[in-house]
Structures are given as structure tokens and as C-alpha cells.
């Protein structure tokens, strides 16, 4: 049993080495949850290596490209949270939300996995956003 463990802990050590060397960042935890007009996004990073900041993009369900909504400083491994104000302007109500993950020289970059978070927006406030994004 204590062979089986210390082989479990070497794999789990070789697989985070191998995310760490590609991009330079460890994220164990990249999630989304529903903050009634907006969507929360909070991850967890274990190692930030030469990381200068995060990129948050997002795309709507009927897109096939994602677009920057926000951009947080990488501070030293710690929990960031994001919150997207702006999903009850859409007419979609499922987003795919990812992170790219830049460099503090800026010549190279990753992305994480992408995550789908379904927002429980009001009428009211998914008509009031509408309407103002006809004018301007």
C-alpha cells in the first residue's frame, strides 16, 4: 500500500513538472458559478513561474471565437476571483469561459481548460442590459 502511495504522489509530482515547464504556471482549480446577473470565476494557482498576468476571455454558445473581457495581474500563487458583470447584456444564456496565461516578456502564452457556466439572469435585467446596448 505504501508503494502504491508514493508512486500516486510521483505521478501526480511529474504531471504538475510537465504543466509547469509548458507554460510557465500551475492552475489546479478553474471554475465558474452563478452569481444571479453576473458569473463568478475563481482559480487557484499553485506555481507562477516568469507569469505576468491572466487573460480572461469568454464566448457565447453560438460563437466559435473567444474575446478578452478582463485581465487580472498574476500577485505570486494564490486564489483570484473574476467577476463578469456584463452576461446579462447577451442574448445567450451559456458561456464558455478559458484563461491565457502570459509571460512577463510577452513572447509566449497558454491557455487553460475551458469551462461552461449557465447564468440565472432576470428578465428585467437581461431587458434593461438589452435596451442600453441599443444606444450605444
Given at each position: 500500500?505504501k508503494?502504491?502511495?508514493?508512486?500516486?504522489?510521483?505521478?501526480?509530482?511529474?504531471?504538475?513538472?510537465v504543466?509547469?515547464?509548458?507554460s510557465?504556471?500551475?492552475?489546479?482549480?478553474?471554475?465558474?458559478r452563478?452569481?444571479?446577473?453576473?458569473?463568478i470565476l475563481?482559480?487557484?494557482?499553485?506555481?507562477?513561474v516568469s507569469?505576468?498576468?491572466?487573460?480572461?476571455?469568454?464566448?457565447?454558445e453560438?460563437?466559435?471565437?473567444?474575446?478578452?473581457?478582463?485581465?487580472?495581474?498574476?500577485?505570486?500563487p494564490k486564489?483570484?476571483?473574476?467577476?463578469?458583470?456584463?452576461?446579462?447584456?447577451?442574448?445567450?444564456?451559456?458561456?464558455?469561459?478559458?484563461?491565457?496565461?502570459?509571460?512577463?516578456?510577452?513572447?509566449?502564452?497558454?491557455?487553460?481548460?475551458?469551462?461552461?457556466?449557465?447564468?440565472?439572469?432576470?428578465?428585467i435585467?437581461h431587458?434593461?442590459?438589452s435596451?442600453?446596448?441599443?444606444?450605444?
Amino acid at each position: 500500500m505504501k508503494n502504491k502511495l508514493t508512486l500516486y504522489f510521483i505521478l501526480i509530482y511529474i504531471l504538475l513538472f510537465v504543466n509547469f515547464l509548458s507554460s510557465g504556471a500551475v492552475i489546479p482549480k478553474f471554475e465558474g458559478r452563478d452569481g444571479g446577473n453576473k458569473v463568478i470565476l475563481i482559480w487557484q494557482s499553485i506555481v507562477e513561474v516568469s507569469l505576468d498576468h491572466y487573460e480572461i476571455e469568454r464566448k457565447l454558445e453560438n460563437q466559435t471565437d473567444f474575446i478578452k473581457i478582463g485581465t487580472v495581474n498574476a500577485n505570486g500563487p494564490k486564489t483570484y476571483e473574476f467577476i463578469d458583470k456584463s452576461v446579462f447584456k447577451q442574448n445567450s444564456h451559456t458561456f464558455n469561459y478559458r484563461l491565457k496565461l502570459v509571460d512577463k516578456d510577452g513572447s509566449s502564452s497558454t491557455y487553460g481548460k475551458v469551462i461552461t457556466v449557465k447564468p440565472n439572469i432576470s428578465g428585467i435585467k437581461h431587458t434593461w442590459g438589452s435596451l442600453k446596448a441599443m444606444f450605444r
